[in-house]
């Protein structure tokens, strides 16, 4: 039994083909051992493809296209990694509302490795203690974020972490805030 009970919290897990597919079935078995209820959304419905680094992993069907989603069902927002994942997400507008929607209401959101490009565009970072996968260090300190090389940050409910790694860290934390509930500090 995980730390934290999160029985009946809705957890929307945000990601399309690319993901890192570890950074998906990790934090994803963690809200469940939690009694959480996480749901897929993709760009479309169908499936997508996970990776291992490079190489292909499994499929996974998606529960709903992020265009028919709504933050008001859910509690909170992970956004898993994946270079090619997140490149697809951070261009995406429905992407983008989705993410910035889990920030105006204040609720905790989860982003790991090369997830955070798509808080970038959702203009959701400036001011926030983050971290990321490396190569995404510039790219958050020029949108103002407060960038640091460590396991895991927590800023008023939001959670990074850097790789596949830190997900013990990540998914603890992960399931702490959303055990939190709402943080007035979580804001678009």
Known sequence: MA?????????AFLLTDGVEQVELT???????????????ISLSTGTIQ????IDKGETFTVDLA???ANADDYDAL???????????LRVDKAAQDFARSFFAAHKPVASICHGPW???????VKGRDMTSYPSLATDLKNAGANWSDEEVVV???????????????FNAKLVEEIAEGEHQGQHA
Do not use: C, Y
């Open 26 to 40: 990790s934090p994803w078995d963690a809200v469940k051992d939690a009694g959480g209820e996480p749901t897929l």
């Open 66 to 68: 992020v265009g028919d």
């Open 78 to 88: 992970v956004l898993p990694g994946g270079v090619v994942n997140a490149d697809f």
């Open 155 to 169: 800023d008023q409910g939001l959670v990074t972490s850097r790789n596949p790694g830190d997900l013990p860290a």
């Open 3 to 11: 730390e934290h009970d999160i029985s009946g919290k809705k957890v």
């Open 118 to 124: 798509l808080l970038i565009e959702a203009g959701v």
């Open 50 to 53: 996970g990776f291992d680094g």
